[in-house]
């Protein structure tokens, strides 16, 4: 690729507010500056979903200097936290080189310097130390579109082990940057789209060490707001926010700010942004700890990809988010159903992709005062089994870690049909080949859906297993689960069987085994 032209960019935010919904939990374990409150990759998150989000939104034959600049917008609006701030101000920089060419070098250079512009007070080793080391190596390539992403990309790793050396609290907690770990991943899913290259995860550096991150809680409040106002007033306001606290960030332009403080008392600091200008989305949080409210309902969100699946989930109690198969619910639906549920609000994602969303819509929902419990179900089947031992009498905590267990009991597997020539873990597939896969990976290939049915169960309560879920999809033929049932009886008939219409596209058949 030479050019990053709009159907580029559109990629590249999907993928990497993608890879950093599967890396936000490690991303957030890494998290003890400027203070260890465990979220900076969900807000690496949620600020890049929000990019993507805004550009997906545009027509498909916009000029690229309408996606640039949309990009740059949905960042700046949905920038949370710290890392998040900053990481939209890089994104700035590159939407106003590469906006108008493809000179991936000027727009590297570019971000690192506004990044660091928009921060009061820098600090080395964090995002933008990574940020810096980026546009000083790249600016000696010479090559094209693609080297240069590559070259970012492998120095926003190295940049990223060197932040122990450069920051002592991260050295003391074993941990690199959790902001600089979210930009890699961030550069790499670039050169990714660039280069054509598959990745199927980026991985983020483990903790080294078991030590308690060693950081002090000096400010009481995290406050963030978008502002309307000059840039001399913006100045002012700059000044006067940076003699009331710390970690101060603010980005933006053109009459619109983000502006992120950490600050001992509140609500002076969102009186100054009222003397400058107006500020609205305005967002605290208390820094030294997080409460929790159990004095209303108890409730649990199930996501579901076929009508069956979701009148199931609603005899049982739960509030549904719809979602077609293959893809992921909106977070403003999320968002929505967990408010609805209650007080107390535990998540069952059912998908992998979903629990990005449902992460990030429940970390929104906390500011509200919200306790959700995101729960680990990667499947419909788990699920099920989770939903099935929920007591909304026990306390919160024990409900969770029940549903939770029955979850984490319950192998998963499912019926589909190859598409397309492949290489499985099972050997070779072709177009028309029915594929049984266990716990997301493929066991038995197949002929038809009755044979490769009995297969993956016969392997899945090979090794223990007292109850059989079958949820039948909308292309199941009749006759499936009631082979399925003839043949447990005669091999298994000490194990139980339930059946349920799912009408899910996709799968066939969807296979639970407790």
Same mark, same amino acid.
């Given at each position: 690729?030479?050019?990053?032209?709009?159907?580029?960019? +559109? %990629?590249? $935010?999907?993928? =990497?507010?993608? @890879? !950093?919904? &599967?890396?936000?939990?490690?991303? *957030?374990? /890494?998290?003890?500056?400027?203070?260890?409150?465990?979220?900076?990759?969900?807000?690496?998150?949620?600020?890049?979903?929000?990019?993507?989000?805004?550009?997906?939104?545009?027509?498909?034959?916009?000029?690229?200097?309408?996606?640039?600049?949309?990009?740059?917008?949905?960042?700046?609006?949905?920038?949370?936290?710290?890392?998040?701030?900053?990481?939209?101000?890089?994104?700035?920089?590159?939407?106003?080189?590469?906006?108008?060419?493809?000179?991936?070098?000027?727009?590297?250079?570019?971000?690192?310097?506004?990044?660091?512009?928009?921060?009061?007070?820098?600090?080395?080793?964090?995002?933008?130390?990574?940020?810096?080391?980026?546009?000083?190596?790249?600016?000696?390539?010479?090559?094209?579109?693609?080297?240069?992403? +590559? %070259?970012? $990309?492998?120095? =926003?790793?190295? @940049? !990223?082990? &060197?932040?122990?050396?450069?920051? *002592?609290? /991260?050295?003391?907690?074993?941990?690199?940057?959790?902001?600089?770990?979210?930009?890699?991943?961030?550069?790499?899913?670039?050169?990714?789209?660039?280069?054509?290259?598959?990745?199927?995860?980026?991985?983020?550096?483990?903790?080294?060490?078991?030590?308690?991150?060693?950081?002090?809680?000096?400010?009481?409040?995290?406050?963030?707001?978008?502002?309307?106002?000059?840039?001399?007033?913006?100045?002012?306001?700059?000044?006067?926010?940076?003699?009331?606290?710390?970690?101060?960030?603010?980005?933006?332009?053109?009459?619109?700010?983000?502006?992120?403080?950490?600050?001992?008392?509140?609500?002076?600091?969102?009186?100054?942004?009222?003397?400058?200008?107006?500020?609205?989305?305005?967002?605290?949080?208390?820094?030294?700890? +997080?409460?929790?409210?159990?004095? =209303?309902?108890?409730?649990?969100?199930?996501?579901?990809?076929?009508?069956?699946?979701?009148?199931?989930?609603?005899?049982?109690?739960?509030?549904?988010?719809?979602?077609?198969?293959?893809?992921?619910?909106?977070?403003?639906?999320?968002?929505?159903?967990?408010?609805?549920?209650?007080?107390?609000?535990?998540?069952?994602?059912?998908?992998?992709?979903?629990?990005?969303?449902?992460?990030?819509?429940?970390?929104?929902?906390?500011?509200?005062?919200?306790?959700?419990?995101?729960?680990?179900?990667?499947?419909?089947?788990?699920?099920?089994?989770?939903?099935?031992?929920?007591?909304?009498?026990?306390?919160?905590?024990?409900?969770?870690?029940?549903?939770?267990?029955?979850?984490?009991?319950?192998?998963?597997?499912?019926?589909?049909?190859?598409?397309?020539?492949?290489?499985?873990?099972?050997?070779?597939?072709?177009?028309?080949?029915?594929?049984?896969?266990?716990?997301?990976?493929?066991?038995?290939?197949?002929?038809?859906?009755?044979?490769?049915?009995?297969?993956?169960?016969?392997?899945?309560?090979?090794?223990?297993?007292?109850?059989?879920?079958?949820?039948?999809?909308?292309?199941?033929?009749?006759?499936?689960?009631?082979?399925?049932?003839?043949?447990?009886?005669?091999?298994?008939?000490?194990?139980?069987?339930?059946?349920?219409?799912?009408?899910?596209?996709?799968?066939?058949?969807?296979?639970?085994?407790?």
């Amino acid at each position: 690729m030479e050019v990053l032209d709009p159907p580029a960019v +559109r %990629r590249w $935010a999907r993928l =990497a507010a993608d @890879a !950093l919904g &599967r890396a936000r939990a490690d991303i *957030d374990a /890494l998290n003890v500056f400027p203070v260890a409150d465990g979220d900076t990759g969900t807000n690496l998150y949620l600020t890049m979903l929000s990019a993507a989000e805004a550009v997906e939104s545009l027509p498909d034959d916009v000029d690229v200097a309408i996606v640039w600049q949309t990009l740059s917008y949905g960042a700046l609006v949905g920038a949370r936290g710290n890392s998040g701030v900053i990481v939209s101000q890089a994104l700035r920089g590159l939407a106003e080189v590469l906006k108008d060419g493809s000179d991936l070098r000027a727009g590297l250079a570019r971000a690192a310097a506004l990044a660091r512009q928009s921060v009061a007070r820098p600090v080395e080793g964090t995002v933008l130390s990574v940020l810096s080391a980026v546009a000083r190596a790249v600016q000696g390539e010479e090559n094209g579109l693609a080297e240069v992403a +590559r %070259r970012a $990309a492998e120095e =926003a790793r190295a @940049a !990223l082990r &060197r932040t122990p050396e450069q920051l *002592d609290v /991260l050295a003391r907690s074993g941990v690199v940057d959790a902001g600089g770990a979210g930009l890699a991943i961030v550069l790499e899913s670039l050169a990714t789209v660039i280069t054509g290259a598959q990745r199927e995860r980026y991985d983020v550096p483990a903790p080294t060490s078991r030590v308690t991150p060693m950081t002090e809680v000096g400010a009481g409040y995290e406050v963030m707001y978008l502002l309307d106002a000059d840039d001399q007033a913006v100045a002012r306001l700059r000044a006067e926010l940076d003699a009331m606290g710390d970690s101060l960030v603010m980005v933006g332009g053109e009459g619109l700010w983000n502006v992120h403080v950490h600050v001992d008392e509140a609500g002076p600091a969102i009186e100054a942004a009222l003397r400058v200008g107006r500020p609205h989305r305005i967002r605290v949080t208390y820094l030294a700890e +997080r409460t929790h409210r159990a004095d =209303a309902g108890r409730g649990v969100v199930a996501v579901a990809a076929g009508d069956g699946i979701a009148a199931l989930f609603e005899e049982c109690g739960a509030v549904v988010v719809r979602r077609e198969p293959g893809t992921r619910p909106a977070l403003p639906a999320m968002l929505a159903a967990i408010r609805q549920a209650g007080r107390e609000v535990a998540v069952l994602p059912n998908d992998e992709r979903s629990g990005a969303v449902a992460a990030a819509a429940a970390e929104i929902a906390r500011e509200d005062g919200v306790v959700v419990s995101v729960l680990p179900t990667k499947a419909t089947v788990q699920g099920l089994a989770a939903l099935a031992v929920h007591d909304p009498l026990r306390r919160f905590d024990d409900d969770v870690v029940a549903m939770t267990d029955a979850a984490s009991h319950t192998r998963h597997g499912h019926l589909t049909v190859a598409d397309r020539h492949g290489v499985t873990s099972a050997g070779l597939c072709s177009p028309g080949d029915v594929l049984g896969l266990i716990d997301g990976d493929v066991a038995v290939i197949g002929d038809t859906l009755d044979s490769v049915a009995t297969l993956l169960i016969e392997r899945m309560v090979a090794g223990g297993g007292e109850l059989v879920t079958l949820v039948t999809g909308a292309q199941a033929p009749p006759a499936l689960a009631a082979g399925v049932e003839e043949h447990l009886g005669r091999t298994r008939p000490d194990v139980d069987l339930v059946v349920y219409d799912g009408e899910q596209g996709g799968y066939p058949l969807l296979i639970g085994v407790e």
